[in-house]
C-alpha cells in the first residue's frame, strides 16, 4: 500500500485553519499519532488503497491542477466521506461558479478532460466533495449530492457562443489555479471571473484583420510564391475576412461566412492565371487555407477522443466537418468558374516548389506569429509562438529530406511542439494551447486540400479524393501528435516545486488518496 504524503498546511498534515480534515462519525480523532491523518485511518479500515501516480517523483498537492484532478476522474475516484459543504458556502453559488467558469474555457476551445477538471477543482476547494460534472459539446452539467441520503442539487449551463481568445483562456487556468490552491475566497472568484469576462481582446479588430492577410501571405511564401503572390494573398485573406464578418453581424451560419471567405483568394488565383505574369498563383489559394483551416477545433477534436469524450470528440469534428466543406465549397465555385471562362488549370508541379531553407524558415516563423496574434495570444507569448512555428517547421522538413513520409513527420514535430508547450504551460501556471496552437500553423494540410480540391474542379475525381484523404490524413497526424507530445509530458517532466518558505496552501484534497 501506498504512503499517502502529508498536506503540507500544518504540522500534523491538516489543511491549516479552514479544518477540512474533520473526522467521520463513530471514528476516534488521529490526534494520539502525530503526523497521521484521520482520512488514513479510513482507508485502512476500509481496504481502499489512495490513488498516486508513482510515474511522478513528487507529491500530488504539487502537481499542476489538471493533473491532480485529471487523475481522479480518470481513476473514477469518488469522494471519501459524505459530508456536507462547510458552513457558510452556498451550494448554489459555487455551483454556478464552477458551470462559468468551465463554460469560459469550453467555448475557448479547451478539452472537456480539462473542463471537468476545472469544475471538480472549483467545487472540491468549496468544500462540495460528492460532485459530478459532465460536459458536452455545448452542454455543461454538475450534479451535488450533500449525502448519500440527501437528495442531489444539479445546475447546468448551456455554450451558445465560441470565442477564440487564447488571453482569457490563459487568465481562466490562472483562476482555477488560485482557487485550488485555497487562495480566493467565494467573491473573490466571483470578481476575478468578472474581470476575465470583461477585459478586453489584446490587440485591435484592424490588427487582427492585418494578422488573417499575414497568415496568407506568409503562408504563400512556404509553399513556393513570391512577392507579388504574397501580396495578392495577403489582400485577398483580409477581402474574405471582411466579407464573413459582414455576414457574421447579420447572423448567418458560419458555414456560409466560410464558403464566402474562401471565394477572393480562388477568385485572385484564376485572376493571376489569366493575366499569365509568371507567378505561382496556386500559392494564393493555398495561403488563404491557411488562414481559414479550423486547427484548434480539430486538436480539440482529437483530445476530446484520446481522453474518452467521444459525444463531444464527434460533435466537434462534425463541426470541422462542415467548416472545411464550407471552404471547399467556396473554392470550388471559383475553380470552376474560372474553368469555364476558359482559365487553364493544371495540376501537375504546383504543389512541390523548390526548397528555399531560409526563406521557408522565415515563412514558417510568420505563419505563427501571425497566427498567434488571430487567437489572441499574450503578447509577451508572441516571441515563443515564433520560436515554435520555426521549430516545428525545422522538424518537419529534417524528417521529411531524410525521407520519412509526411504524416510520421508531422506526428514527430508536433508531439515535439506538445511536449514543449506542456513545459512552458507547467512554468507559467496556464494552458498549453496558447503556446501549442500557433506553433502548428505551418503544418496545416493548405497543399493537401487545394490539390484535392483542384482535382475535383478539374474532373480528376480520382487525384481530387486522394489529395482529400492526404489532408485529413495529415491533419489527423498533427492533432494525434499534439495530444501525444501532451500526455508523455506528463509523464517525464518534473512538477514544478513551490518557493522555499512560501506561504500559499496546498490544493484542497478532498478525495481518496490525494
Known sequence: MFERPRRPGTADGTDGPRGRNRPSAGTAPSANRPGTDDREDESVRTGEIPVRMPWHPTPMSTLPWQDRLRARLRAGSPALAPEKAEPGVSVPRVLDLALRTGELLLA??????????????????YGLERCTPNVTFTNLTLSYQPSLVDPPVTSERVVR??????????????????????????????HRLAEIRRNRHPYPVWLVLVATGGIAATASVLVGGGPVVACAAFFAAMLGEKLAQGLAKRGVPEFYQFVLAAMPAAATAVGLIKADIGVQPYAVVTGGLFALLPGRALVAAVQDGLTGFYITASARLLEVFYLIIGIICGVSIMLYAGNRLGVNLTIEGSFYPTSRPLVQLLAAAGVSLTFAVLVQVRPRALVIALIGGACSWSIFEVLRIAGASPILATVTATGVVGLLGQLLARAGRTSALPYIIPSIGPLLPGSAIYQGLLGLALG????????????????????????????????VLPAPQRGVGSTKRAAAKRTRGF
Open 161 to 190: 457562443r465560441r470565442a477564440t481568445d487564447f488571453n482569457r483562456l490563459a487568465e481562466a487556468h490562472r483562476l482555477v489555479e488560485d482557487i485550488t490552491t485555497g487562495e480566493l475566497t467565494l467573491e473573490d472568484a466571483y
Open 108 to 125: 475557448s476551445g479547451e478539452g472537456g478532460e480539462d473542463v471537468e477538471a476545472a469544475m471538480l477543482g472549483i467545487t472540491d476547494a
Open 460 to 491: 480528376h475525381t480520382d487525384r481530387g479524393w486522394i489529395g482529400l484523404t492526404n489532408a485529413a490524413g495529415l491533419a489527423l497526424a498533427l492533432a494525434v501528435g499534439v495530444n501525444l507530445g501532451s500526455e508523455v509530458a506528463r509523464f
